[in-house]
């Protein structure tokens, strides 16, 4: 288990950020899967700055997943650089936070 394997004072806010990427990961992973769907039958389309909002707090891995599973908003260069940069964007945000929480 993530917690006993660390010490307790970093160990609960490690296992609470792996828990949410998780979840986040999966709900977008499920949102690249459906505007994918919905972009083959003519559907009613997740706008891209949903997709980007939940890339941004934490989903990004199942973003990135989706895209390769899925084949999906691998072309559009707008798309492609705006996910990147909310990875980047995510991890500076974690990389502050751990450093402020470490003191």
Same mark, same amino acid.
């Not at 992973?29 to 997709?51: C, H, N, S, V």
């Given at each position: 288990?993530?917690?006993?394997?660390? +010490?307790?004072?970093? %160990? @609960? /806010?490690?296992?609470?950020? &792996?828990?949410?990427?998780?979840?986040?990961?999966?709900?977008?992973?499920?949102?690249?899967?459906?505007?994918?769907?919905?972009?083959?039958?003519?559907?009613?389309?997740?706008?891209?700055?949903?997709?980007?909002?939940? +890339?941004?707090?934490? %989903? @990004? /891995?199942?973003?990135?997943? &989706?895209?390769?599973?899925?084949?999906?908003?691998?072309?559009?260069?707008?798309?492609?650089?705006?996910?990147?940069?909310?990875?980047?964007?995510?991890?500076?945000?974690?990389?502050?936070?751990?450093?402020?929480?470490?003191?």
């Amino acid at each position: 288990m993530i917690v006993s394997s660390i +010490d307790g004072a970093i %160990g @609960w /806010p490690v296992a609470l950020y &792996a828990v949410t990427i998780t979840m986040l990961s999966v709900a977008s992973f499920t949102l690249y899967g459906m505007d994918k769907r919905r972009a083959q039958l003519d559907g009613p389309r997740i706008p891209e700055r949903t997709l980007h909002t939940v +890339d941004l707090v934490g %989903g @990004w /891995p199942g973003g990135w997943l &989706a895209r390769r599973v899925f084949r999906h908003k691998t072309r559009k260069l707008s798309f492609v650089v705006a996910f990147w940069l909310t990875v980047v964007l995510h991890l500076g945000c974690v990389g502050v936070a751990a450093y402020l929480w470490l003191g």
